[in-house]
């Protein structure tokens, strides 16, 4: 997948991967690529500064764990975090739904 159609996306993207609980960094790269049958196979250096940079809004916070004897920072969303993924799948929905019916020819769907 070209690099240039993540962008506005990655974000919204790793806080889904960490809404189902805390993971370390080499961790949200496999679960990226595990849930998008290896279309999103990012390098760390996409996600690791994604990462720092949602730390540093608040929208997500981490500590440090032991795992198999080394030490490893584990991510969670906060509620903020929450709140903003929340936000970004409207955001999404909405703009999925544009492209689709443009690209496929389709009619925008009416609302009732």
Not at 22 to 32: R, S, T
Not at 37 to 54: E, F, M, N, Q, S
Not at 85 to 99: K, M, Y
């Amino acid at each position: 997948m070209r690099p240039e159609l993540l962008k506005g996306h990655l974000d919204a993207l790793l806080l889904a991967v960490l809404e189902p609980g805390p993971q370390h960094g080499y961790a949200v790269i496999e679960a990226l690529r595990d849930s998008s049958g290896g279309a999103l196979d990012l390098p760390t250096g996409t996600v690791y500064p994604a990462l720092h940079r949602l730390e540093r809004a608040g929208l997500i916070a981490s500590d440090w764990q032991t795992v198999g004897g080394r030490r490893r920072r584990a991510y969670h969303l906060t509620p903020a975090g929450q709140a903003a993924l929340g936000e970004q799948r409207a955001v999404w929905d909405h703009f999925s739904t544009a492209v689709t019916a443009v690209l496929g020819g389709r009619a925008w769907p009416t609302t009732a």
